[in-house]
């Protein structure tokens, strides 16, 4: 799998930086890139630097198919064919549905939802076969939260791209995955939700696991979709929450009495 070649959006921060740094770690090439140039020169930077792999930056904006196009040609041209393409732009902000402009509400769908259709269908004309495609969806895209109607509709639909484009594109050689990851530490998200010590101590009661995710987990679940052992694994919104998704742990379920 030192072969492997990674195209991803979103991939100058947060996550979709570590699943880049994870991929050129194990001897993958990496192409980063998201709309600001000086971003992802910084993160292909980072990427070789940590790793000594090979990093390529570029610019493009997923709600512009042109654009992907563009970029993923210049990809080919400098790393070759990609067999693993990673739809990871995002937007979001707090807000009730009250508050959200039409234009607001139309940006979070347009780099979302449309974000990660354009990703995928560039990826199509230059993926090797067999490929695999993952998206980066959210608890929202099931699990309905006030003041996220914008980000709960368009990971819903990230999750039927990602269903539909599995059966259509199953006979082409090209899995096509999700990732929803859980409270990952160190992410913007974590750090508005549960800025202090005690406060990520106090939410992360509520997970399974006890714990909140880190960037390396959701980097190795994006490196075993991608790998052989999940060659028969495809429309599949992959939960990597610590349980998180299951409901409220809270509570000291071990210590209650017993008959």
């Known amino acids: 799998m030192t072969d492997h070649v990674l195209f991803i959006s979103g991939g100058t921060s947060g996550i979709n930086l570590g699943i880049a740094t994870g991929f050129a770690a194990k001897g ?12 992802a020169a910084a993160a292909a930077s980072q990427i070789c630097a940590e790793t000594g792999g090979v990093a390529m930056p570029g610019s493009a904006d997923v709600r512009d198919p042109a654009s992907v196009k563009a970029l993923f040609e210049r990809g080919v041209a400098e790393l070759g064919a990609p067999s693993v393409v990673i739809a990871g732009a995002a937007g979001n902000f707090m807000a009730p549905a009250v ?26 004309d230059v993926i090797r076969r067999p490929g695999s495609m993952i998206a980066i969806t959210a608890p929202q895209a099931e699990q ?29 050689g090209i899995r096509v995955n999700a990732i929803s990851p859980g409270p990952i530490r160190g992410t913007e998200g974590v750090e508005r939700m549960a800025p202090t010590e005690a406060d ?17 987990d959701i980097a190795d679940a994006a490196w075993f ?12 919104i992959l939960d990597c929450d610590g349980g998180m998704g299951l409901g409220d742990s809270t509570g000291d379920w071990l210590s209650l009495p017993t008959r």
């Open 28 to 39: 993958g090439k990496v192409l980063v890139f998201g709309r600001d140039p000086v971003k």
């Open 99 to 124: 508050g959200i402009s039409p234009n607001g509400f139309k940006t979070v769908i347009d780099i979302d939802l449309l974000g990660t259709y354009n990703v995928f269908k560039a990826g199509f």
């Open 200 to 216: 990520k101590a106090h939410w992360s009661r509520a997970v399974a696991l006890r714990r909140f995710g880190t960037v390396d």
């Open 144 to 172: 309905p939260l006030p003041q996220q109607v914008h980000v709960c509709a368009a990971k819903a639909g990230v999750n039927m791209v990602v269903k539909v484009l599995a059966m259509e594109w199953g006979q082409a």
């Open 225 to 236: 979709l991608s790998s052989n052992e999940a060659a028969y694994i495809t429309g599949t």
